[in-house]
């Protein structure tokens, strides 16, 4: 749905990266501004988080060792 709503912003984006091959924030914000672009409102997630994933990640951040992660499988 966004990117159908930002089709022209996106276009504009690729022809000036043809054109100089390198774009600032400024440009990018030139060209949503211009072009009627729409922002995702802050803060927003590509997807949820299990609990699972969240135990995996807590332990990895802990730098914990094997054992660690085998009992938390448990």
Avoid at 2 to 11: D, I, P, S, T
Avoid at 30 to 57: C, H, M, W, Y
């Amino acid at each position: 749905m966004m990117l159908q709503k930002n089709r022209l912003v996106l276009e504009k984006i690729v022809e000036e990266l043809l054109q100089y091959e390198i774009l600032t924030g400024r440009d990018l914000e030139r060209i949503i501004a211009d072009n009627g672009g729409i922002r995702e409102r802050e803060p927003f997630f590509l997807s949820s988080t299990s609990a699972e994933e969240a135990v995996v990640s807590r332990l990895l951040d802990e730098k914990s060792s094997g054992t660690a992660l085998l009992n938390a499988a448990n």
